[in-house]
């Protein structure tokens, strides 16, 4: 394995690039290192390239395929936590459980719609649209105080 580290003092923020010819024990390492290390981050993944994500950058964490991804105003990562973990992670946050699968930064939403009747459907800043759950919706109304 080669370390190749670049120091620049034009760039703004750390980020970190791990290339490999497939996912091996050395990359599983230093992904989990930098986890650790990482408490406030959140370590995505996207074509072989490995992010640390800013909690402030994300929208929203949701499954789809059993798998757990992190949307940003720029892409989506694949996350490899699991939802309930993200959940106790950001508990004292502004992010917020809507559904079983979906996990969402308040930070984001644009508008609550609540004419649908047993759930409230929220407008991120980005255009899209997703939808409380019946079993989620006591416990978002508290948090909003509605």
Do not use: C
């Not at 230093?30 to 995505?44: D, F, H, P, T, Y």
């Amino acid at each position: 394995m080669k370390l190749e580290i670049n120091i620049d003092p034009n760039i703004k923020e750390t980020m970190i690039k791990v290339f490999a010819e497939s996912m091996n024990n050395d990359v599983k390492l230093v992904q989990s290192i930098l986890e650790l290390s990482s408490v406030n981050r959140i370590v995505g993944l996207k074509n072989e390239e490995i992010l640390l994500l800013e909690p402030n950058d994300i929208i929203r964490f949701f499954t789809n395929d059993k798998k757990v991804f992190a949307q940003t105003m720029r892409d989506e990562y694949l996350v490899r936590l699991r939802m309930y973990d993200l959940e106790e992670r950001f508990r004292s946050t502004t992010f917020i459980r809507i559904s079983q699968g979906e996990l969402i930064n308040l930070d984001y939403v644009k508008r609550l719609d609540l004419s649908y009747k047993g759930t409230i459907a929220l407008e991120f800043k980005t255009g899209d649209i997703s939808y409380v759950s019946r079993r989620s919706l006591k416990n978002f109304k508290k948090v909003l105080g509605i």
